[in-house]
């Protein structure tokens, strides 16, 4: 792996998962909209950024070629198949045989054999719903382009982040098949280590066509699981 680019690259996650390929010493290019471009000032001269939204065909084509290796955060802005758009452009632009890892969160399941607390569902159900009431984020398109990418014969992982909080990094997140596997009961992930994750399954090609769901190593659940294996 030498060149990569991470779609989404000035957000939180974004600016982690930067941060992390810049210290494997890859070449790294961002997309980023226009307007955040100035987020991404403390990489200036280390990486090379391509301004634009993340569902535009030509910003696309243009900031994977040549990469052997591309991060998306997908998240579902506006009304307007935003992260479809962007999967889309992705999965039909990035180079042959490119490692394509993609964001989002255990909302999605790839099998249907995710067991979710009701008090999730209740969550998911209403923050939906507000949402696309106020006209802000299509949460139904986050689901489209993950169906898109596991009926993609790329070479693809679909990371699936539990709630987040802010922090020093714990090192890499561990990782189930199902959301209702008894590791990932405690539900939290530091973002950096989210951003861990991403960039180490670059190199992992146990992770290739898996949809793992993530939880911090340091976790009440991790630890227990750990203890009993
Ligand atoms: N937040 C959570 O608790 C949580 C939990 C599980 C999984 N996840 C997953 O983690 C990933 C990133 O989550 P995050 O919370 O850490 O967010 P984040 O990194 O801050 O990412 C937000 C992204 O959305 C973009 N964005 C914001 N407003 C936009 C708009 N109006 N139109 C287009 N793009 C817009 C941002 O770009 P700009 O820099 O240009 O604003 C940025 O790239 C997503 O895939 C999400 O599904 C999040």
Redo the contacts with the bound molecule.
Sequence with gaps: MKKVCIV????????YMVRHALDRGYEVVGV??E??VG?LKDFEGRIRVVPG??DDRGVIRQAVAGCDGVLV???P??VKQ?SSGTAQAVLDLAEPGARLV?????HISRDGKDVYSWKFKALVRVFGVVARLFRLVELDD?VEACRKIFASDTRWTVV?????EEGESEGLPVWSRHVGDPVLKSNLTR?VD?ALFMVEALENDALVREAPAIVGRNTASALAYAAAN
Excluded: E, H, N, P
Excluded at 102 to 106: E, K, L
């Design positions: 989404g690259a000035s957000g939180k996650l974004g600016r980023c909209r307007q955040s987020k939204a993340t955060v997908l998240v802005w506006g935003y993609f964001s989002c969160g255990w986050q699936r982040g539990s709630d987040l973002r989210f």
